[in-house]
């Protein structure tokens, strides 16, 4: 699995505009620690968007992804 997002390998949405396929996704970087976060839910969509206080090793995880103050 790719280790900055945990999601299939398509994500579906209906033509109704509801996602039919969820996960979390971490971006990053190279030269610097921030690492921002999604985590898409079912049936809603974007849920959250913060910063992953998750090491850059670690698998996505949705209770990682926390609010970001500055966003």
Do not use: M, N, W, Y
């Not at 039919?20 to 610097?32: C, F």
């Amino acid at each position: 699995a790719d280790g900055g997002r945990h999601l299939p390998g398509e994500l579906r949405i209906s033509s109704t505009g509801l996602v039919l396929d969820g996960g979390t996704i971490v971006l990053a970087a190279a030269g610097t620690d921030l690492q921002r976060c999604l985590v898409v839910s079912l049936p809603l969509g974007v849920v959250r968007f913060g910063q992953s206080k998750a090491g850059p090793a670690a698998a996505p995880r949705s209770a990682d992804c926390v609010v970001d103050p500055l966003l």
